[in-house]
């Protein structure tokens, strides 16, 4: 039987006005079989460290008086073998997006695209649950899902069961992804004035070996740290420099370059390459949510 995994998805700053430079999407991942595991023992750190089980931690909550219990989800996160995670950093300086006719919203719903591209592979099942965005994510999220499944030809949709929107208070693990995402976005904001979130991304570093700046490769497996750049997809592989895993790094922790598609192609007919199927989705997708 295909391996079936839970992928609990939240995201940072991604509004249009927000004047934040960056928008930060973060998905932690394990098993779905794992996943009660998992919310139990974040719930008892919770009460080890004197807070309630339904305690919605975030990262906008990270202070002096709890710096201790955040540490020590994140011990937990490094030391759990089951519990994967991956970020997006997209920057939004510069968007064009009447260049593209796109608006905001098409533009997010293209990185979210992007983000979800290289974890789903047609050999597992996976089931993904989004923090409700606003009083619309569930018709956008149904189109999301549709496009997912199609870039797999996944059309009784057997890879990529459900895309459902949640609730973060109630999700132990969407909670996790908003801790784990806020340290990345207040790296790449050039933040530190907060002694309590200096420490935590000291922890993040000191477990990873990485700044959470610079990019790896993206066969790198488990987790990382993506750059997307919102131009057309080069004809070539994809190269950087980077700095390869070594002794001492966390494997589940990577960083990676990516390149997003945005050529459309106006009809799904005829033979198509890899690249050309991901634009066509591309172009679907704008299509479908505008």
């Not at 930060?24 to 919310?39: D, M, P, S």
Request: hydrophobic share 40%; aromatic share 10%; with cysteine.
């Amino acid at each position: 039987m295909p391996q079936v995994f839970n992928l609990y998805t939240d995201e940072s700053c991604h509004l249009e006005h927000d004047h934040q430079s960056v928008m930060v999407l973060g998905v932690v991942w394990c098993l779905q079989e794992k996943a009660r595991e998992t919310a139990v023992r974040i719930r008892e750190i919770k009460v080890a460290h004197g807070l309630p089980p339904d305690f919605e931690m975030k990262w906008s909550k990270v202070s002096p008086a709890k710096q201790d219990f955040y540490l020590t989800v994140l011990n937990y996160f490094f030391d759990d073998d089951d519990v994967h995670f991956r970020a997006w950093v997209a920057h939004k300086a510069g968007l064009r997006h009447a260049d593209f006719g796109q608006s905001h919203d098409d533009w997010y719903y293209k990185m979210m695209f992007g983000f979800f591209e290289p974890l789903l592979t047609p050999d597992a099942r996976f089931r993904l649950y989004l923090d409700k965005k606003d009083t619309r994510s569930s018709r956008k999220v149904a189109k999301l899902h549709e496009v997912l499944c199609n870039n797999l030809y996944d059309f009784d949709r057997q890879i990529v069961e459900r895309v459902q929107v949640v609730e973060s208070h109630a999700v132990e693990q969407l909670q996790l992804a908003d801790l784990l995402l806020g340290a990345v976005g207040y790296v790449n904001r050039d933040l530190n004035q907060s002694l309590a979130k200096n420490a935590l991304v000291a922890r993040i570093r000191e477990r990873t070996g990485y700044s959470l700046l610079r990019p790896t490769l993206l066969k790198e497996e488990n987790s990382g740290i993506s750059f997307p750049k919102a131009r057309r997809r080069p004809t070539g592989s994809l190269k950087c420099g980077a700095a390869s895993a070594s002794a001492g790094h966390d494997p589940r922790w990577r960083l990676f370059p990516t390149e997003i598609p945005t050529r459309p192609i106006e009809s799904f007919g005829g033979k198509m390459n890899v690249e050309e199927k991901s634009d066509t989705c591309w172009h679907y997708l704008i299509s479908a949510i505008s």
